[in-house]
């Protein structure tokens, strides 16, 4: 069974420069996470979906950060502008269901540095 | 916002002995917790999961959990150097049920 996909794993922007990161959950998981890793700190929840709707953003920086997951498969999780703070991991996990009794199954993580 | 305290550590114990790694939290309406490792530069994965209090065993692993004092922790017993790596623990949120991590505890296991 394919694990999550994540795309690029690695990215270097300047401040007020914008990216795009890219999640292809495991087939068949109607749960997406969307979680930001800072160096030395555990994984914070930016945006939680089921299927194609959002189920928790209250952690997401709406100001600069967007995400969405079209037709409930793929995901897209959009910074801009990008500022020194956002240098973090940005991990991406699926699950079958939106409770803790399903596994999280997380991606390699996009490392993203901004200058 | 709920709170996961973890000592960062790192926690060095010799090889073949039990490591104790401990969480604690702030919700007394908790209900789920998680311990991930994290192994350097890789993604988080489940070791284990508790529910209820006591004890919850999964080969070496061996989770607790006490609702009352409002911590949980995980024993490793016969520690090997591949289990070196960040524990992290997690409890589960209320109605997204989002997992809310603390920040690990680093494991050493020397040879």
Redesign the interface.
């Known amino acids: 069974e394919a694990g999550v996909a994540q795309s690029p794993r690695y990215k270097i922007i300047e401040k007020r420069q914008s990216v795009a990161f890219w999640c292809n959950p495991i087939s068949g998981h109607a749960t997406l996470?969307w979680y930001q890793q800072i160096l030395?700190?555990?994984?914070?929840?930016l945006i939680?979906f089921q299927n194609n709707g959002v189920?928790?953003d209250s952690q997401l920086p709406k100001d600069r950060f967007s995400a969405e997951r079209l037709k409930g498969v793929d995901s897209t999780l959009k910074i801009q502008p990008a500022k020194l703070e956002d240098s973090a991991v940005y991990?991406c996990a699926s699950s079958l269901g939106?409770?803790?009794?399903y596994?999280?199954y997380?991606?390699?993580?996009t490392r993203l540095t901004v200058t | 916002q709920k709170e996961?305290e973890q000592n960062?550590g790192p926690l060095s114990v010799p090889e073949g002995a039990i490591a104790s790694l401990n969480c604690t939290y702030s919700d007394r309406g908790s209900q789920?917790f998680?311990w991930y490792r994290q192994y350097s530069g890789?993604?988080?994965?489940?070791i284990m999961?508790i529910y209820s209090n006591g004890d919850k065993e999964d080969g070496r692993f061996t989770a607790q959990l006490n609702k009352a004092s409002q911590y949980v922790s995980l024993l490793i017993r016969d520690s090997q150097p591949s289990d070196s790596a960040t524990y992290?623990c997690?409890l589960?949120?209320d109605?997204?049920?989002?997992?809310?991590?603390?920040?690990?505890t680093r494991l050493l296991v020397r040879p």
């Open positions: 996470y030395g700190q555990g994984p914070k929840l939680q189920v928790d991990l939106r409770t803790g009794s596994e999280q997380f991606g390699p993580g | 996961v960062s789920s998680f890789k993604s988080p994965e489940l999961f992290l997690a589960e949120g109605s997204s049920y989002k997992l809310i991590f603390g920040s690990g």
